[in-house]
């Protein structure tokens, strides 16, 4: 943690650890209930690991993430 603002604590090392969720998409599942994830707005393949194990997320969702945690899938990858 870098310190407060008036938000709240700030965290330098992840995109997800705001006070919001932000949408991301699965780019690859890996053991233990963990994901690769695009974090980037506009696609640039920045890639965070973030925990799906509270939703059954498959590579290509997007998936709505809280301080590194999949809460839902938003949008399923087409089959």
Do not use: N
């Not at 890639?47 to 498959?58: F, G, N, P, Q």
Request: charged share 20%.
């Amino acid at each position: 943690m870098s310190g407060d603002d008036e938000a709240g604590p700030v965290c330098d090392s992840c995109v997800t650890c705001g006070d919001v969720a932000v949408p991301v998409r699965v780019t690859g599942l890996l053991p233990g209930g963990l994901a690769l994830a695009d974090v980037s707005a506009a696609g640039e393949g920045i890639t965070e690991e973030i925990s799906v194990a509270l939703v059954e997320a498959r590579v290509g969702d997007t998936v709505l993430v809280h301080a590194g945690e999949a809460i839902a899938v938003v949008e399923r990858a087409e089959a």
